[in-house]
């Protein structure tokens, strides 16, 4: 696994040079292509006792209005960029969300910010960083909320025996055989011995692809898993932890609480998943 190509994501209501910069960072470490992406939909406007006319011109305001924060965002970026040919814009009206993901066929690793959390974010203007990390097909790499570098000399993974947390040390391979030391972390959930046979797995997958890595195994505590992993990886020292996304469906997380959900909640790292 390696990174060619790289794709930020930009809020159109945010500054776009904090980002840029931090991917930039990224895809000159990997000497990867950047794309720049940035998108928002218009509401649906239901006609009211105006008529279809009416709501015809507020969803056209809409638009032009999304369409000139693009043109905006875009001018900052090339301006921000320069000359350099491995830099490239992509800007859409569209939910943002839906058309990262069909874009990120172009990229290996998606870049995105500190997601907002909660029944009252706004998808037509930020993403919805769940259903990113499901629809995408890409390692998601979400920044955390100073987007301070990422050093990653130390890394925590949180394993879970699951296709995803499989999927995501495999999509991750590219900072962890760089890194100074590695933490394979579970939290137990059963049987003792089965986690940390997982665990010791994994450490010696990653050794053959010559990653310094030890295992970490935690018995279940009151906290919820996803809070344990996060006090492990400030414990190590880490600046990136890596996990695979929603072990069980989506719904179930959003209702009940999980890993997932918690972990996008972490804003003070910076969190790659896979799904």
Known sequence: MIYNAIMVQLDIDEPPAPRLEFARALARRFEADLIAFAAADAPVVLPGSDGISAAGGVLRAQIDEIETRLE???????????????FSWRGLVANPTQALAVEARAADLIVAGSPAIGPFADHSRRIDA???????????????????????RNVLVAWKDTREARRAVVDALPFLTSAAEVVVAAVEEGPGAAARSGVADVVRFLMKHGVSARPEVVGK??????????????????????????????????AFGGVTRTLLQKSQLNRLLSC
Do not use: C, I, N, T
Not at 72 to 86: H, I, K, N, T, Y
Not at 130 to 152: I, K, N, Q, Y
């Open 72 to 86: 905006a965002l875009q001018r900052e970026f090339e301006s921000l960029m320069g000359d350099d040919v491995r």
């Open 130 to 152: 769940g259903g990113l990390v499901l629809a995408a097909g890409r390692p998601v790499l979400f920044a955390s909320h100073d987007l301070a570098p990422v050093v990653a």
């Open 221 to 254: 505590a009151d906290a919820e898993a996803g809070d344990v992993l996060a006090k492990l990886a400030a414990d190590a020292g880490a600046d990136l932890l890596v996990a695979g996304a929603y072990g069980h469906s989506r719904l179930r997380e959003w």
